[in-house]
């Protein structure tokens, strides 16, 4: 069975029309939805469920359906202008396939889309290009944009050796800090440091931080859990276990 795109668009002027939650949503207060059906199409992609990819796609496609709609009531845009200009930017922007460039890796591909988008946009300087970078992306992913930007014309190590050995020094600064019992804002200027210099690393090695940060909260989480079981089984509380109980279980866990 399929319904086609049209079903969806009149489907969603109906709830605006009769539906008392969906009346009163604006573009702000729809921004935690969108932000929650993005990543759980992630979660569907991380793990290779396509019936979940298929549900969250469709639930992030009607958030889409959902601002464009309102954009309409507002007389700014409807969803086929929507579409169109999507349209148009893949077309302008990759001209090996709808023009006469000819690029032979994605590497070239991706240059060719940035200085596209640079003249579009008018971003005449690296600092604008720095600037360009949403604010709202997840920190690690923002520092990751910035770095490369940097790197683009040569501001960069020349090795992961001098990278890692930035690690090391912002980690003195911090603990430096620590010692003098420098004030919250000053301890947290230190950290955002050592963070930034550990993304550097991974740069270096084209590890997502995110991604990997995400897959080590997991790793904690599954760890954890082996040692609340063990607690159970002994008829226990987490709060009634020492910590050199908890560690035991916790190498135990390590070695499953």
């Not at 549900?55 to 929507?82: C, M, N, P, S, T």
């Not at 890796?105 to 640079?118: C, F, G, M």
């Not at 997840?138 to 930035?166: C, H, I, T």
Request: glycine share 2%; with cysteine; aromatic share 10%.
């Amino acid at each position: 069975m399929r319904a086609n795109f049209e079903e969806l668009v009149k489907i969603m002027d109906i709830l605006r029309d009769k539906c008392p939650w969906d009346r009163q949503q604006t573009h702000k207060s729809l921004k935690k939805y969108l932000i929650e059906e993005t990543y759980e199409v992630i979660e569907a992609i991380d793990e290779n469920d396509y019936n979940k990819l298929k549900e969250e796609l469709g639930d992030l496609l009607l958030q889409v359906v959902f601002h464009a709609k309102i954009a309409q009531e507002r007389g700014a845009f409807d969803i086929y202008e929507v579409i169109y200009d999507i349209c148009q930017k893949m077309r302008k922007r990759h001209t090996h396939v709808f023009g006469e460039d000819n690029f032979e890796t994605a590497d070239e591909v991706l240059q060719n889309w940035d200085r596209i988008k640079s003249k579009e946009k008018e971003i005449k300087t690296v600092t604008e290009a720095m600037q360009s970078i949403p604010k709202h992306l997840p920190a690690l992913m923002r520092s990751y944009k910035v770095q490369e930007k940097a790197a683009k014309v040569g501001f960069d190590w020349d090795n992961y050796k001098d990278a890692l050995k930035k690690v090391y020094e912002e980690l003195d600064e911090f603990e430096e800090s620590l010692s003098k019992n420098s004030a919250q804002d000053k301890l947290e200027e230190e950290l955002g440091d050592v963070l930034f210099a550990v993304v550097n690393v991974a740069r270096f090695f084209n590890i997502d931080p995110e991604e990997a940060l995400s897959k080590t909260i997991q790793k904690f989480i599954t760890r954890f859990s082996y040692i609340e079981e063990q607690a159970e089984k002994r008829g226990k509380k987490l709060n009634e276990m020492t910590l050199k109980d908890m560690d035991k279980f916790w190498e135990e866990a390590k070695k499953i």
